[in-house]
């Protein structure tokens, strides 16, 4: 029977704890699972953890990098146990690549910006891939949300000087493509309304990118605190003795603006 491990602190005893989960021994829904079917996990550990750090709770983000740290010893055992790769060449791998990568930190490369890291990474990581005269390609993991995959693809462009100047010049394309988007409504054509509001979020992406911030960051507060309101709406209804699903579209503009101002001191400005 395989034995707990007397130090939890040690990363060595969470491979050991996986190790016998899959074992002769273990347990039969571990020794069951593949890389394929372990994926959404690491998919849905990824964002939970992105949600932690959106609240800013210390012991729930603690909680989540070790769930997300669990998916990688788990595909790190199965390889191992498949005769491919191991926790060592995991470690190793993503080690080595930091070193080479950060010519920098570890070598005599002189860099003045973030900017210049980035680019330096870019070229990096083109050579070690064998690429550098191939046309330029996003790359982008087909999962990725498309919001992150719009950011990156400006931070890329970027590089080879496709870009905007100020975030002014991206804001006066939002509001080109407000106008193109307008436009297609009107013909009521599904397709060119598709395409046009394609090219409004891809231009709010990139606005958001000007403004140093992250659209998916962005838009996962706006989510959250539409909720909050949206409940509170509710809660409101219900003191005032309403049924919620009853409301009229006036009624219910009357109870966002209660919500939201009620909320008001709780968000920031």
């Known amino acids: 029977m395989p034995q707990a491990p007397e130090n939890y602190r040690e990363f060595s005893s969470l491979v050991s704890i996986v190790t016998a989960l899959r074992g002769p021994d273990g347990c039969p829904w571990d020794k069951e699972q ?12 990824a964002h939970e953890l992105a949600e932690a750090i959106d609240r800013d709770d210390n012991q729930e983000i603690c ?9 990688v010893v788990l595909h790190a055992e199965i390889a191992r146990q498949e005769g491919r790769f191991d926790m060592a060449d995991v470690i190793a791998g993503i080690g080595e690549k930091m070193v080479r990568r950060h010519p920098h930190v570890f070598a005599d490369v002189k860099v003045k910006d973030s900017d210049e890291v980035l680019d330096n990474w870019g070229k990096i990581k083109a050579k070690e891939k064998g690429n550098e005269d191939d046309f330029i390609r996003f790359n982008l993991p087909a999962g990725l949300p498309a919001l992150i995959g719009a950011h990156k693809i400006g931070e890329k462009t970027k590089k080879w000087h496709f870009d905007w100047d100020r975030p002014e010049d991206v804001l006066a394309k939002v509001e080109e493509e407000i106008a193109e988007l307008k ?32 659209s998916e960051q962005v838009l996962r ?12 709406m509710q809660e409101f209804c219900r003191q005032d003795g309403k049924d919620f699903a009853q409301l009229d579209s006036e009624q219910m503009e009357e109870y966002w603006i209660r919500a939201k101002e009620h909320l008001k001191a709780d968000e920031p400005d």
């Open 63 to 71: 909680e989540e990098l070790g769930d997300l740290l669990l998916q």
């Open 221 to 232: 507060t706006t989510n959250a605190r539409f909720e909050k309101r949206f409940v509170q």
């Open 183 to 214: 436009e297609a409504l009107a013909t009521r054509n599904s397709a060119e309304i598709e395409h046009e509001l394609g090219d409004l979020f891809f231009s709010l992406a990139q606005l958001s990118r000007h403004l140093n911030t992250e």
């Open 34 to 45: 593949t890389h394929k079917s372990l994926t959404r996990f690491a998919i849905e550990e």
